[in-house]
Each structure stands twice: as C-alpha cells, then as structure tokens.
C-alpha cells in the first residue's frame, strides 16, 4: 500500500488546509502475511467511503518498518472510522499480520511544503533517485 | 535514515505521555544523492542534541516515497530546531535531494499500540514478513 490520496495522484495526499486530525500508524510486519495486500487495499477503499476523510500516504522499507498517516476532518471521523464494522474485523487480523504497531492521534495545525513541479526539459539530466 | 529514537533499539520511538508534537515529513527523493546519506545521519545527530527532542522513526519504500516523523515536546522545540544553523543550511540543500515534500506540524493528543513481544520459542516458526 503505497498509493496516495487519490488514485493515480502519486504518493502524496491532496488535503485542505490546517486544522485537521493525522492518525499516524508505524508498523513492523511480520507472521504470515496471507491476504495482508488486498485487506490494505480494501482498508483504503473502505477509508475513502467514511465521512470525513481527507487522505492517506504509506511508506515501508525493505526492513518491514512502515508509517502510514491517514488525514481525518475531525476527531469524529475518526472515532466513526473506529466503529465501522468490517475495519473493525480487519483490525483484528491486524495483530496477526504486525509484529508490532504504534497509533499516534494528532491534530494538525500548521503545514508548508516544496512542490517543484517538474520541468520537462530537466527530466533527462536529473533522475530520480533510488 | 530508517533508525528509530535510540540507536539499536529498534525502529520505533520511545515518547512519552501526550501531549506532544509530531513533524510528519513525507518526501520523493529525486536529484543527485551525492551526501545524502551522511546529511541524513547528521540531521539526526543533531537533532538528538536538541533539548524537547523526544524521537523519531522513518521509512521509505523501493518507490523513493518516504514518511518521516520526528516527535518534540514543544512547538517551542520544533521552531528551535528550525532555526539551528547547521539544520538550516542543510534544508537549503534538501531542496536539491528532495523532488517533492510535505511537511505537517501537528500535536499528539492521543496514543495506543500493540507491542506483543516476541517469545523466543516463537522465533522460529513466526519469521518476520518482507
């Protein structure tokens, strides 16, 4: 699960602006990992559904250590994401698929960023990184 | 740059009781990497030595996205951390190394986990996941 906000949008999350709530989720992986890609799919794709929501960015390295933060309107939204009742089910299998995980619930209040779009011309002579 | 708070223990901060500060920093990274590596460390090093400083954990996938999120006890320690002179010179060249960021200030206002230590007779027939 490294898709962004918005399928197709790269990795970041299109959100508005400050305040809005980030549930930051940091995981190592580990146990079996049956059925662990398409329950993260449909854990996004369940997220999108609930009222409130803004966003999601997902990272995991080569070491099984991942964050994921999902962007939130409100408290509330993410108090009803909580409830909603085949997340709840998946959770439960959460503790299967991570040896580990760590949930922090924050407010947001203040953002900046460096966008650069990309110029054409420079695209040959300044390739990505790994 | 995929430690955790404390050199060898593990990719997950250590915080305290909320209230606190997270900056989550998600990233591409794009250009040449010529002194990546070492700046990242440094940053790191640095950021260790600064008071309110409480942790931080990161992960970046095969993609180059990466999410990095450092933990403070204070705005006051965020905007002191911003304004120590060789971080800041070091952000001026972030500009070069990252194609893309987003950086989100926001306070920590509740917390939950699953630790499951791992039991050493388990070890062998639970190996961690890629």
Do not use: C, K, N
Not at 10 to 39: I, K, N, W
Not at 49 to 77: H, N
């Amino acid at each position: 699960m490294s898709a962004g906000g918005t399928p197709g949008a790269g990795p970041f999350a299109a959100l508005p602006a400050p305040p809005y709530y980030v549930v930051v989720f940091s995981s190592v992986r580990g146990g079996p990992a049956g059925g662990y890609d398409e329950a993260a799919a449909r854990m996004v794709e369940l997220a999108r559904a609930q009222p409130g929501f803004l966003g999601v960015e997902s990272a995991r390295g080569a070491d099984g250590f991942g964050i994921t933060t999902s962007y939130w309107a409100s408290e509330g939204a993410i108090q009803a994401w909580r409830r909603q009742a085949e997340h709840a089910r998946v959770r439960e299998r959460g503790r299967d698929w991570y040896r580990h995980f760590e949930v922090r619930v924050a407010r947001v209040e203040r953002t900046y960023g460096h966008p650069r779009p990309e110029p054409a011309a420079l695209a040959g002579s300044d390739p990505p990184g790994p």
